[in-house]
């Protein structure tokens, strides 16, 4: 069992309640330790983020504090291996479903509510890859990102 640091913590403020209770229940079920790389950003800092080429949009829920960045920190050092992800998106979805409140995963943007997936995260973010695929464009998968979706909003 995991808890996050005082410096994630720290990152949690100006994150919307919600979301932040489902960030501090997944890190106590969570397979694999994280840390809150980024929550609320400015309009300043996402501006940066977009010009840099790491953030697509001016829109993003991390502005409005409704959005989180996790990162993997197995052994202590950020990972960046997938499977890390699908665990975190994983534990995500668990505590999204005990604390009923819809969360989408920046891996799967076609699953509005992870905690109505039927099946692992490893198979979300393939459906949503495929179905990009299928359309003729190409998948962006942020997978350290999630957000609160639909009636959350």
Partial sequence: MYKLSHKSETKLQGVNSRLAMVVRRAIEISEVDFLVGEGRRTVERQRKLKAQGKSQTMKSKHISGHAVDLFACPNGKISWSQSHYEKIA????????????????????????????????????WHYSNTRRKQGRKAFIDAVHFELHGREM
């Fill in 90 to 125: 994983d534990a995500m979805k668990q505590a999204a479903k005990e604390l009923d409140v819809q969360v989408r995963w920046g891996a799967a943007w076609n699953v509005p509510d992870i905690k109505k997936w039927k099946g692992d995260m490893e198979s979300a973010k």
